[in-house]
């Protein structure tokens, strides 16, 4: 049975960083390609950045690049979301998404975790 958690949400003052992990089980996870999405209270979800199985490609929302970097640990099953210079904007549930193919878009989820909140905050 496929199962996302993610990990790693929480607290944080602007300008600070996070590393979010998802850990996948039951699907194993260098076939296929990764992401990560997030939805705020009120708002519509919004992709903010996924790779391609292969890794060679990845896709970042103009509101996160030069700022997040998505990564993936197929030996651990393992994908991440590092985030830097966080603003109050970006706080949000995240939520890391597996694609049923080896290419991915911001637009389309196909599987999903639970979500981690992260909040941005002095």
Known sequence: ???LVESGG???QPGGSLRLS???SGFTLDHYAIGWFRQAPGKEREGVSCMSSSGVTTNYADSVKGRFT???NN???TMYLQMNNLK???TAVYYCTLYSSKYCSLT???YWGQGTQVTVSS
């Open 70 to 72: 998505i990564s993936r």
């Open 88 to 90: 109050p904007e970006d």
């Open 108 to 110: 389309s989820y196909d």
């Open 1 to 3: 049975q496929l199962q």
């Open 75 to 77: 030996a651990k099953n």
């Open 22 to 24: 998802c850990a996948v």
């Open 10 to 12: 929480g607290l944080v």
